[in-house]
């Protein structure tokens, strides 16, 4: 079996200095813990060991740096302006109507008020309506079980922004 060359966007990933890399990572997690992790078990040969590393960086994360991570999401149905990552991921709520719009944000605040942080979704290929309906659903959830579906939403949704971080010339 003839090897296979790493893809340029991970050779490109691998060969950036500390710092850049780290500022890189940032854009895919805000969890400086999750970013030093990843750094500390670069070079990656395939996209697949980067996407094992970060899994098993997110598994490691404690409460505050999930809280950390957390702090770099917008609440669903806000985009941050200028930020084409949360206004792609967030596509499903673009079209929403404007009842969608403000149940979402009721929502969302009482989710806040429970659970002191945002409602944390992989939103990417999601209606408006399916995150509407898991917030209701999650929002019942105990502190802990909540902890644990964010820390596997955050994980979702670091594998599709590394895998864009990849793709990005």
């Known amino acids: ?48 060991d980067l996407y094992a590393a970060s899994d098993a960086a997110v598994a490691e994360l404690t409460a505050e740096d999930l809280r950390e991570a957390m702090a770099g999401h917008p609440p669903i149905g806000r985009p941050r302006p200028g930020d084409p990552a949360s206004a792609r991921e967030q596509r499903g709520m ?39 309906d898991a917030l209701k659903e999650r929002i019942g959830n105990s502190p802990e079980r909540e902890r644990e579906i964010v820390r596997t939403e955050l994980g979702r949704i670091n594998r599709i922004r590394l895998a864009r971080l990849l793709e990005e010339d």
């Open 1 to 48: 079996m003839k090897p296979t060359s790493t893809p340029p966007g991970l050779a490109r990933l691998n060969a950036l200095e500390e710092r850049a890399a780290l500022a890189a990572l940032h854009e895919a997690c805000a969890s400086t813990a999750w970013g030093r992790r990843l750094l500390a078990t670069r070079p990656y040969a395939t996209p697949e």
């Open 94 to 132: 673009a079209g929403a109507s404007e009842e969608l719009k403000a149940e979402m944000l009721d929502l969302n605040l009482a989710y806040q008020d429970r659970f002191g942080h945002v409602f944390l979704i992989c939103a990417t290929g999601r209606t408006g309506e399916q995150m509407r």
